[in-house]
C-alpha cells in the first residue's frame, strides 16, 4: 500500500510516497480501506515545526529532534472496513466508517488498522467521505473545549477565527447548545459563518470585537489572537475564555488568570476520548454540524493540499480522496 512520509521538518517537498507492508488486524481491530483523509494546521505545524510561541524545543522533544517520529502525518480518515479481528462485534466487513486518531497520526495511507474502541464510528449517512474524514478535528476539540466551559443554552459566545476547521465546528455545536453566537473572521467568509448559526459576524479587518460594546460569557480562540488581557474587558463575570491556540506564556498564566479575575480560563490540549466519535455521528446525523470542506484534493496531490493550508486562508477543512484506481491529476475540486 501507498502512504505519505515525512522524514524531516520543512515544506511540502518533504513529503514523499512511499510503499508499506499491508497492515493485517489483531484480535480486536479493524482494518479500513480509507477513502477520504484530512490535511489540518496540526499536520502543517508538525511537518514545519512552526509552533506557537514558546513551544519550539518542547516541540522537537515531543516530535522528534530532526523530523517527525511518527512520519506518517493525518489525525483524521474515513472509509470501509474490509477485515475484522476475531474479537471485534462493532463493526463488520462492509461497514462505512469515520475515525480521529489523534496525537498518534498515522492516516495518510491508504489501509489503517484501528481499535475498535478507538474513536471510530460509523459514516454517518447523509455525509460524504470527504466531510465524514472531516469530523474529528474540530469536531472532538470543541466537544472537548465546550464540556470543560460547561456551555449553556442562552449563553453569549463569541468564536474568534470563525471561518477554519475548529471555528467552523465551534459556531455550529455552539449553536446546537443553544447559545447565542457571534463570529469573528474576514469579510469574505462572513455569509459562511452565519449560514452556520451565527447570530452576528465581527470582521476583524475593519473592528475590533473588543469594541463592540458588547460582552460574552464563553469567548473561544481559535486563532491565537484573543489573549486574556485582551478578552477580559468584554468577558462577563464568571466567564469563560477557551483557548484553542494559545502560546506558552499564555498556557502557563492561565491558572493564575482564573485564580485572580473570576474569570476562568481553559487552555491546553483537547483530551482525546473514544466517545467523541459517537457524539459526532448522532450530531452528523441530525444536521446540527455538518463539516466544511473547502477544497479537496486527490492523493497523489497531497503536497499542493499542504501548500493551501499554509496559506492560512481556507475556509473549514481540505479533504484528501484517496480512491482504488485513482489517477496521478492535480484537479482540485
Not at 25 to 35: A, F, N, S
Not at 109 to 120: G, P, S
Not at 121 to 129: C, E, F, I, Q
Not at 181 to 203: P, Y
Amino acid at each position: 500500500m501507498r502512504a505519505v512520509v515525512c522524514t524531516r521538518y520543512g515544506g511540502p517537498e518533504v513529503l514523499e510516497f512511499r510503499e508499506q507492508v499491508m497492515p493485517t488486524p489483531g484480535p480486536d481491530e479493524v482494518l479500513v480501506r480509507l477513502r477520504a483523509t484530512t490535511v489540518t494546521s496540526a499536520d502543517w505545524r508538525i511537518r514545519t515545526l512552526s509552533m506557537p510561541r514558546g513551544f519550539g524545543a518542547i516541540a522537537r522533544l515531543v516530535f522528534g529532534l530532526h523530523g517527525p517520529r511518527q512520519p506518517i502525518l493525518g489525525s483524521e480518515l474515513s472509509g470501509d472496513v474490509v477485515a475484522v479481528g476475531a474479537k471485534v462485534s462493532r463493526f463488520k466487513p462492509g461497514d462505512a466508517v469515520f475515525a480521529f486518531t489523534g496525537a498518534r497520526l498515522g492516516c495518510h495511507v491508504e489501509y489503517r488498522c484501528l481499535a475498535q474502541d478507538d474513536a471510530i464510528a460509523l459514516k454517518p449517512p447523509g455525509l460524504s467521505y470527504e466531510q465524514a474524514a472531516a469530523l474529528g478535528f474540530g469536531g472532538a476539540t470543541m466537544l472537548d473545549f465546550f464540556r470543560r466551559a460547561g456551555l449553556k443554552a442562552g449563553e453569549k459566545i463569541l468564536v474568534n477565527g470563525a471561518s477554519g476547521a475548529v471555528g467552523t465546528a465551534a459556531v455550529q455545536l455552539a449553536k446546537h447548545a443553544g447559545a447565542r453566537v457571534t463570529g469573528v473572521c474576514s469579510r469574505a467568509n462572513a455569509d459562511l459563518v452565519k449560514s452556520l448559526g451565527a447570530e452576528q459576524v465581527i470582521d476583524y479587518t475593519a473592528r475590533d470585537f473588543t469594541e463592540a460594546g458588547a460582552t460574552y460569557d464563553v469567548i473561544v480562540d481559535t486563532a491565537g489572537t484573543a489573549p486574556f488581557a485582551r478578552c477580559a474587558p468584554v468577558l462577563a463575570a464568571g466567564g469563560r475564555l477557551l483557548l484553542v491556540l494559545a502560546d506558552l506564556p499564555a498556557l502557563a498564566a492561565a491558572p493564575w488568570h482564573s485564580l485572580r479575575s473570576g474569570q476562568r480560563v481553559i487552555a491546553g490540549p483537547a483530551a482525546e476520548r473514544t466517545d467523541y466519535a459517537e457524539q459526532l455521528r448522532g450530531l452528523a446525523a441530525i444536521g446540527a454540524f455538518v463539516p466544511v470542506v473547502d477544497r479537496t484534493y486527490p492523493f497523489d496531490a497531497i503536497r499542493a493540499a499542504h501548500a493551501w493550508v499554509a496559506q492560512g486562508h481556507k475556509r473549514g477543512n481540505i479533504a484528501i480522496r484517496i480512491e482504488p484506481d485513482e489517477g496521478h491529476g492535480n484537479e482540485v475540486r
